[in-house]
């Protein structure tokens, strides 16, 4: 009794169709976004990943070979979204950061925190650039006057 290719086609057939049939619903899962910079250079790096130590990793990476310094810090690190600003501060501007509650949310909290001065805002999400709304204006940092 041998088995023909109909046979074990149908088989193999029926058996990846109850395979998908039976298989848990898929989900996407967007990971972790973090950003580094040097307190010694105006630049930061951002990094992503499927856990929190990976996305950390990489913006530490990045930071340390594209600004060439070994002082790397995260300064920010979420599963939504970061945001940086800077102030302006002499002879270097320092750097801001914000996290989490979504883009507008990272993004006030970053220019809140650098200040009346807030410029270059910078913000980056997991699902970055899908769906991407409006992020607010730098210009619109709380006066302190």
């Given at each position: 009794?041998g088995?023909?290719?109909?046979?074990?086609g149908?088989?193999?057939?029926?058996?990846?169709?109850?395979a998908?049939?039976?298989?848990?619903?898929?989900?996407?899962d967007?990971?972790?976004v973090a950003?580094?910079?040097?307190?010694?250079?105006?630049?930061?790096?951002?990094?992503?990943?499927?856990?929190q130590?990976?996305?950390e990793?990489?913006?530490?990476?990045?930071?340390?070979?594209l600004q060439?310094?070994?002082?790397?810090?995260?300064?920010?690190?979420?599963?939504?979204?970061v945001?940086?600003?800077?102030?302006?501060?002499?002879p270097l501007?320092?750097?801001?950061?914000?996290?989490?509650?979504?883009?507008?949310?990272?993004?006030?909290?970053?220019?809140?925190?650098?200040?009346p001065d807030?410029?270059?805002?910078q913000?980056?999400?997991?699902?970055?650039?899908r769906?991407?709304?409006?992020?607010?204006?730098?210009?619109?940092?709380p006066?302190?006057?």
């Amino acid at each position: 009794m041998g088995w023909g290719f109909r046979t074990f086609g149908a088989i193999a057939g029926t058996l990846s169709a109850a395979a998908v049939l039976v298989a848990p619903d898929a989900h996407a899962d967007d990971g972790w976004v973090a950003v580094a910079n040097s307190p010694n250079h105006e630049q930061q790096d951002f990094g992503y990943g499927p856990d929190q130590a990976t996305a950390e990793a990489t913006a530490l990476a990045q930071c340390a070979v594209l600004q060439r310094s070994s002082d790397c810090r995260v300064l920010a690190v979420s599963t939504d979204c970061v945001a940086t600003a800077w102030d302006v501060s002499e002879p270097l501007n320092r750097i801001y950061a914000g996290s989490g509650g979504g883009p507008e949310a990272a993004a006030r909290g970053a220019i809140a925190a650098a200040g009346p001065d807030a410029n270059d805002l910078q913000v980056r999400c997991t699902w970055w650039p899908r769906d991407a709304p409006q992020l607010p204006d730098a210009s619109l940092a709380p006066s302190f006057a």
